[in-house]
């Protein structure tokens, strides 16, 4: 019966620092558990391994031979293990975003992805409030900003503006003519930061900052509150991202001109160190692909505004400052 694994790696790291102490830290057991595998693989094998040499520990010359053995044989594994793990992320990509933007704007994109590179599975990390520094096992991340970020590599991906949103339907049953008009409808609104501020800052730039509504119902998240704006429930303040694809389809209105910037827009990062890596690229080249490709469709629907509209057009020749 062969030693066990954990006795073999026990009597390697004694070897490597001649130490017990230090054994325990790098395996993360106790002293004791080590030196009980090392004297069970003693027993095991009936020789001697280590001594004591005064204060000090010194390998037998049996102890030499098999140290330098279970050396090689350990860097083998770590060696054969990199490669495998290697081979498994070459065709594994990890994007990280908000869950709202995963689930209205990018998800009903990657179908395309997929069709033109089958052999990537891209997998989706989704939190509400995204950590600063992604995991190291995120390739990539959609994040909201300015677009600096020390240590990465950013590419604009669109705007944040918000505006008024409802269905075809409740425009036709109360029309909004005039931002005043919305005092006859429902507001949907997000009780939550930074969403929570958003109906208040549109009314006062439309010069209504003291509208009282039919209405209001609140929702936790964006993307429930859409969802209540295309069954029918009343006025949504929309971010573009999140309903993008239906303005286009026509599922949803937007009845004013005026839109209100965001304090930043939605960027696609990887790490400067990532940033060359075939995955990354491959979904990076798609992904402005796509952005870029709806520009003449944002531009027609009259949100955009000059300025956004030049940036994307910047972004889609890959020219992005």
Do not use: N
Not at 99 to 112: C, H, Q, S, V
Not at 137 to 149: C, E
Not at 255 to 268: E, N
């Amino acid at each position: 019966m062969p030693p066990a694994l954990t006795s073999l790696r026990a009597f390697e790291a004694v070897a490597r620092h001649l130490s017990v102490t230090r054994a325990a830290e790098e395996l993360g057991v106790t002293q004791p558990a080590v030196t009980q595998r090392l004297r069970g693989l003693e027993r095991q094998l009936g020789v001697r391994l280590v001594r004591r040499d005064g204060r000090r520990l010194a390998l037998t010359t049996e102890g030499q031979d098999y140290a330098a053995t279970l050396t090689r044989a350990f860097a083998q594994i770590e060696r054969g293990t990199e490669r495998v793990l290697a081979a498994r992320r070459a065709g594994r990509l990890t994007v990280a975003l908000l869950p709202t933007l995963a689930t209205r704007w990018l998800i009903p994109r990657l179908a395309g992805f997929h069709a033109r590179h089958p052999a990537i599975e891209v997998r989706l990390a989704t939190a509400l409030s995204p950590v600063a520094e992604p995991p190291a096992d995120v390739d990539l991340a959609i994040r909201f900003g300015s677009g600096r970020w020390p240590g990465f590599a950013a590419d604009f991906l669109m705007p944040d503006d918000s505006f008024p949103a409802l269905s075809p339907a409740l425009l036709k049953r109360r029309p909004l003519m005039r931002p005043s008009d919305l005092a006859r409808h429902t507001l949907l609104q997000v009780a939550a930061e930074p969403r929570i501020g958003d109906w208040p800052r549109w009314l006062a730039a439309a010069k209504c900052p003291g509208l009282e509504p039919a209405g209001r119902l609140s929702f936790p998240s964006s993307a429930q509150a859409i969802e209540a704006a295309l069954a029918g429930l009343g006025v949504v303040m929309a971010h573009r991202p999140f309903v993008a694809d239906d303005l286009a389809s026509g599922r949803l209105v937007a009845p004013f001109a005026l839109s209100v910037p965001g304090d930043g827009g939605y960027w696609l990062v990887a790490r400067r160190e990532d940033a060359a890596l075939p995955r990354v690229r491959a979904f990076r080249d798609w992904l402005l692909q796509q952005v870029g490709d709806r520009v003449g469709v944002v531009a027609e629907q009259g949100k955009l505004g000059r300025r956004g509209a030049e940036q994307a057009v910047r972004v889609a020749r890959h020219q992005v400052p």
